[in-house]
T-cell receptor, first 113, second 115 residues
Framework: ETGVTQSPTHLIKTRGQQVTLRCSSQ?????VSWYQQALGQGPQFIFQ???????GRGNFPPRFSGLQFPNYSSELNVNALELDDSALYLC????????????FGEGSRLTVL | SQQGEEDPQALSIQEGENATMNCSYK?????LQWYRQNSGRGLVHLIL?????REKHSGRLRVTLDTSKKSSSLLITASRAADTASYFC???????????????FGQGTILTVHP
């Protein structure tokens, strides 16, 4: 168990709606990254937050946005949901000063109908 | 985009046999990591190998890295049914020797170990 918790674990939305996913990082970790994993694919980097600011973004449109709070927890918001947004959303925490290893949560599985 | 390409896509072996998975990538890297995922759940970090390392061991795991060929392999020795999972390689392209957690994952190898 990594100490990274995500909520909700499963949710169903309809096209056009908005969704907020939450992540609590491992104690002491100051960096949170979000990944999208479509069925049968590897995770794809969405963005990363460090010191409450976005610190890098993958190839995702602006309707994917995020927040990091002073306690290092984070939210991923997706507006105007599309069918292709159906995926497992993974949050990972890490230490900015530490080389590389990410600690993943169990993910939030989003289904868009 | 998926930088790491893994081979094979699926591997089925008997308990006790060794499992070898390969990963190729396209750009310069800071390090390469291997992760395991059980049944669409969270990923678990297995091992990290830096760009200046050629081989690394951790328990029953052995990872090699060939930066000239831009490839890596993961060997699991004496496999167990509990090793059944998807295995992903992930490359870190951060510059300057400091990793920032932005990984590019391959599509993974599905390993099935039969008891």
């Amino acid at each position: 168990e990594t100490g990274v918790t995500q909520s909700p674990t499963h949710l169903i939305k309809t096209r056009g709606q908005q969704v907020t996913l939450r992540c609590s990082s491992q104690s002491g970790h100051n960096t949170v990254s979000w990944y999208q994993q479509a069925l049968g694919q590897g995770p794809q980097f969405i963005f990363q937050y460090y010191r409450e600011e976005e610190n890098g973004r993958g190839n995702f449109p602006p309707r994917f946005s995020g927040l990091q709070f002073p306690n290092y927890s984070s939210e991923l918001n997706v507006n105007a949901l599309e069918l292709d947004d159906s995926a497992l959303y993974l949050c990972a925490s890490s230490l900015q000063s530490s080389p590389g290893e990410l600690f993943f949560g169990e993910g939030s599985r989003l289904t868009v109908l | 985009s998926q930088q790491g390409e893994e081979d094979p896509q699926a591997l089925s072996i008997q308990e006790g046999e060794n499992a070898t998975m390969n990963c190729s990538y396209k750009t310069s890297i800071n390090n390469l990591q291997w992760y395991r995922q059980n049944s669409g759940r969270g990923l678990v970090h297995l091992i990290l190998i830096r760009s200046n390392e050629r081989e690394k061991h951790s328990g029953r795991l052995r990872v090699t890295l060939d930066t000239s060929k831009k490839s890596s392999s993961l060997l699991i020795t004496a496999s167990r049914a509990a090793d059944t999972a998807s295995y992903f390689c992930a490359t870190d392209e951060s510059a300057g020797g400091t990793s920032y957690g932005k990984l590019t994952f391959g599509q993974g190898t599905i390993l099935t170990v039969h008891p």
